[in-house]
């Protein structure tokens, strides 16, 4: 009997990975004898790299600039020609951890000398993953790092951020095009936001990356110009598109200036740790995530597991940190039961800092709950 435990993060608390072994640990002490193969999984954001590191793909670290310019220590992943680069390695809110957020001023300047440092190693490909940013800067600072020139009015050369945007005047694509020859640009996101309006990057998720009523104002105007400036560039207008307003308009910035294309985060993920191949020899699947509620149902990576456990014929449970969602909606997603940490722990602070032993207790629970107690060994002849 195989199991295969797929949870993405419990964001705040544990890793993919740290998941993934503490409920592997509760399930062996019920079933010694059942065979678990983890398969830590992400959906696009934080965790993604991590995810293809342990599908095999090699971690290549570089200096770069953090969100606010400060050196940092970031990697992609690279295999086969592939580079799978995380946005959160260089310009993620965690890199703000402990520091005041930037909303005017973050970059994503250091993501795109990721991509620079993937393509010069001679990747052909480049996966970027799009999750956790600190920025709103509709991509600029990923163009800026791979050789466009902005200008402001003047012809000076405009400084980092979604701020700065206001006062953009001129766009130069020459070395960014010579960068991008020969090479494909695939986006990991499962955002459908567009750029700009009352659904787009700055309205919805400035607040997240600290912006006040009126930075948010300045966003929007400062993405407003960006778009227009773009269109005008390359007569594509790709602020309406869905999944433009991910990641701060990173979506927008990818899909009009780089060729992006757009992919599901989570579908990929899967497809890069080999999971139709895995779960065709399990008998369970457990995924999971720290929070699953009404937004895992919209193509989060614990859904997605359970559906393409589904076109196999496996059945899917989930443990999660807690569960918001109605039984009967959770099974029409196609994950059979929930097991919440909050059965254990109601207290959220504690259940966060505990979540290693109390997923190993629910692990133990759901053991033998789904798979009964283990066989009795035959007596000897």
């Not at 949870?7 to 740290?18: C, I, Y």
């Not at 019920?30 to 959906?43: F, G, I, N, S, T």
């Not at 407003?224 to 400036?229: E, F, S, V, Y």
Request: with cysteine.
């Amino acid at each position: 009997m195989r199991v295969l435990i797929a949870p993405d993060k419990f964001k705040g608390s544990l890793s993919a990975e740290a998941v993934a072994l503490a409920v592997g640990n509760g399930v062996r002490h019920v079933r010694p004898d059942v065979e678990l193969d983890l398969c830590p999984v992400a959906d696009g954001g934080e965790g993604t790299l991590d995810a293809a590191i342990s599908a095999g793909f090699r971690r290549i670290r570089v200096l770069v600039e953090g969100p606010v310019g400060e050196p940092v220590h970031a990697a992609y992943g690279e295999r086969d020609g592939v580079a799978l680069i995380e946005l959160a390695e260089a310009a993620g809110l965690r890199r703000l951890e402990g520091a005041a957020l930037a909303p005017l001023t973050a970059s994503t300047f250091g993501t795109g000398q990721l991509i620079d440092a993937a393509i010069r190693a001679g990747n052909q490909t480049i996966v970027l993953a799009i999750g956790g940013s600190a920025t709103t800067d509709g991509g600029a600072g990923i163009v800026q790092a791979l050789g466009a020139c902005l200008t402001d009015a003047e012809g000076r050369q405009l400084g980092r951020g979604g701020g700065a945007l206001s006062r953009v005047a001129g766009l130069d694509l020459t070395g960014l095009q010579r960068k991008l020859v020969g090479r494909t640009i695939v986006i990991a996101s499962d955002v459908q936001n567009p750029l700009l309006g009352r659904g787009g990057a700055a309205q919805v998720f400035g607040p997240q990356k600290g912006a006040s009523a009126s930075d948010v104002q300045t966003l929007e105007a400062s993405l407003t110009r960006w778009a227009a400036l773009v269109a005008d560039a390359t007569g594509i207008d790709a602020s309406g598109r869905p999944g433009a307003g991910a990641a701060g308009g990173v979506g927008f910035g990818a899909m009009a200036l780089l060729g992006a294309t757009m992919t599901s985060g989570a579908d990929l993920v899967l497809d890069m740790v080999g999971f139709p191949g895995r779960v065709r020899q399990a008998r369970l699947v457990i995924t999971g995530e720290g929070s699953l509620d009404e937004q895992s149902l919209a193509g989060k990576a614990p859904v997605r597991v359970a559906a393409a456990a589904a076109a196999a014929g496996v059945r899917t449970v989930a443990v999660a940190g807690r569960c918001t969602v109605p039984p009967d909606i959770l099974s029409a997603a196609g994950i059979a039961s929930a097991y919440a940490l909050a059965s254990l722990e109601p207290d959220l602070a504690t259940s966060m800092a505990e979540a290693g032993s109390l997923l190993a207790r629910l692990g133990a629970q759901l053991a033998a709950a789904e798979l009964g107690p283990a066989p009795l060994s035959r007596p000897p002849a």
